[in-house]
């Protein structure tokens, strides 16, 4: 087993641990300006995650809704969180205060996205990607598709079947 160190230089403090030839592998710097590197000894921000591949993973024990969590001070002058359930579900919440944090936009485990609704139901009010390549959008009392063709004349939507153009709007 590999020996292991906490120390403090020039008011940082570094936990990390010897390799096989007894050098130094600082694992997790914490600065004493409060900025902290986990992959790293000079992170580049509060929180500096890195790793030597591509993937850096924040673990939670918990199975029914982890949450990763951005906030603007303190959470009263914005916040946004990025859940995931146990359903596969991606959700992206936004708000100007915790209070008014709502559900925006959802990645369900089949690779659709919803935007503005939290199911893929015609009769909701909202965007849907489907991961097949349809698109719906359902609004309640006003237009539901505005288009705008800015500079030249010529078409504005062209609708095609099979990949040979059929129609379109000029």
Do not use: C, W
């Not at 590197?37 to 890195?50: F, H, Y």
Request: charged share 15%.
């Amino acid at each position: 087993q590999r020996a292991k160190f906490i120390q403090s230089k020039s008011g940082n403090t570094y936990i990390g641990s010897y390799d096989d030839n007894g050098t130094e592998r600082s694992h997790i710097a914490i600065l004493n300006d409060g900025g902290v590197g986990i992959g790293t000894t000079i992170p580049i921000a509060n929180l500096d995650v890195r790793a030597t591949n591509a993937v850096s993973i924040i673990r939670t024990p918990d199975t029914t809704s982890s949450t990763l969590a951005l906030f603007v001070n303190d959470g009263s002058n914005g916040v946004g969180t990025i859940s995931t359930d146990n359903g596969g579900h991606l959700t992206f919440d936004t708000g100007a205060t915790g209070a008014t944090q709502s559900e925006r936009m959802r990645i369900t485990s089949g690779g659709d996205v919803l935007i503005g609704k939290t199911s893929t139901s015609f009769s909701t009010v909202g965007l849907n990607l489907f991961a097949n390549g349809e698109i719906t959008a359902v609004r309640s009392n006003n237009k539901t598709l505005a288009l705008n063709r800015r500079g030249s004349d010529g078409e504005i939507a062209a609708f095609y079947k099979s990949d040979v153009q059929v129609g379109n709007i000029s």
